[in-house]
């Protein structure tokens, strides 16, 4: 792992550059080709299952991602920080290297990550279309992320197993299927389960928000919004242009008030951009360490 450590370290660097000028170009229209391009990314073990001279044998390796990213996946070649680090508790090691990672993608890009890099965002975000909004939880609700958090590491120990990551992840769908669908290893009953807990997130999503799984249940947007204060994008809002519309409060897919700089604001925004392209009057904006990026158009 030494040795590895400036390739690491070089790799986070590279892609934390790149995500400031992506979002320093702005617009909701960059963060979807981001968002699938990080997909495809994250998925580049497909090719792995490729017939004839499409071929081409992508180890899965030991590093670590800086999003979930289910390493069960058979089209998978990254690790998940979450998985990792149960993996780290199950053989009581120190986990510093998945600590490393998600410190510094965490202080650099803060919950952007959810909002621009996430291959489970763009799923989330896809989902979103066909959802209701009808139900709007109670903020508290918020917490329970954080209960899934210390869980991952409290049932790790006590089980000694990936705890979390088989029974509690809607995103391990995404591992169960390929495998069912390739070298069939997996039972019915693990094929059902899963489709089951699928079933009930996407439910609950359906009745609140497409990215409900974000703001009540992910342990590592849990982490990322702790270090979101910190981190090098922020939301800004200046209320002297603002004409009280309403529109960015609609369009959040944290169910945020972007006017208001409350705690809850502070640690959930994920700097998707959407507020500042739906406000008319450049009240609000998102920007990086180069400066203000994302705005509005202002009316004529």
């Known amino acids: 792992?030494?040795?590895?450590?400036?390739?690491?370290?070089?790799?986070?660097?590279?892609?934390?550059?790149?995500?400031?000028?992506?979002?320093?170009?702005?617009?909701?229209?960059?963060?979807?080709?981001?968002?699938?391009?990080?997909?495809?990314?994250?998925?580049?073990?497909?090719?792995?299952?490729?017939?004839?001279?499409?071929?081409?044998?992508?180890?899965?390796?030991?590093?670590?991602?800086?999003?979930?990213?289910?390493?069960?996946?058979?089209?998978?070649?990254?690790?998940?920080?979450?998985?990792?680090?149960q993996q780290y508790v199950i053989n009581f090691r120190l986990p510093f290297y998945v600590f490393g990672v998600v410190l510094g993608f965490g202080t650099a890009l803060g919950r952007a990550i959810c909002g621009w890099l996430c291959p489970f965002g763009l799923i989330l975000d896809t989902c979103n279309k066909v959802c209701?909004?009808?139900?709007?939880?109670?903020?508290?609700?918020?917490?329970?992320?954080?209960?899934?958090?210390?869980?991952?590491?409290?049932?790790?120990?006590?089980?000694?197993?990936?705890?979390?990551?088989?029974?509690?992840?809607?995103?391990?769908?995404?591992?169960?299927?390929?495998?069912?669908?390739?070298?069939?290893?997996?039972?019915?009953?693990w094929l059902i389960y899963h489709l089951a807990l699928f079933a009930f997130y996407f439910t609950f999503s359906y009745f609140t928000h497409g990215r409900a799984w974000c703001r009540y249940f992910c342990p590592l947007g849990a982490v990322f919004s702790l270090l979101n204060p910190f981190s090098s994008i922020k939301r800004r809002y200046d209320f002297k242009w603002c004409t009280q519309c309403e529109r960015c409060k609609k369009v959040c897919p944290m169910g945020l008030d972007p006017t208001e700089d409350d705690l809850k604001s502070k640690l959930d925004c994920v700097k998707c951009g959407r507020c500042a392209r739906e406000c008319k009057s450049n009240a609000l904006s998102v920007s990086t360490v180069f400066g203000y990026t994302i705005t509005g158009k202002k009316e004529t």
């Open 132 to 189: 209701t909004h009808k139900y709007r939880p109670p903020d508290w609700l918020r917490l329970w992320k954080y209960i899934y958090l210390v869980g991952v590491v409290i049932l790790a120990v006590l089980t000694a197993s990936i705890f979390w990551c088989r029974y509690l992840c809607f995103g391990a769908l995404l591992g169960v299927v390929p495998y069912w669908l390739t070298w069939q290893t997996v039972s019915a009953f």
């Open 1 to 85: 792992m030494a040795g590895e450590f400036p390739l690491i370290l070089g790799s986070m660097i590279i892609i934390i550059v790149v995500m400031m000028i992506v979002i320093l170009l702005g617009g909701p229209k960059f963060r979807l080709v981001s968002q699938v391009l990080s997909f495809g990314f994250h998925r580049l073990g497909i090719f792995r299952k490729l017939p004839g001279g499409w071929h081409a044998p992508i180890p899965r390796t030991s590093g670590i991602t800086c999003t979930l990213n289910c390493q069960a996946c058979e089209l998978a070649w990254l690790g998940c920080p979450v998985g990792m680090l």
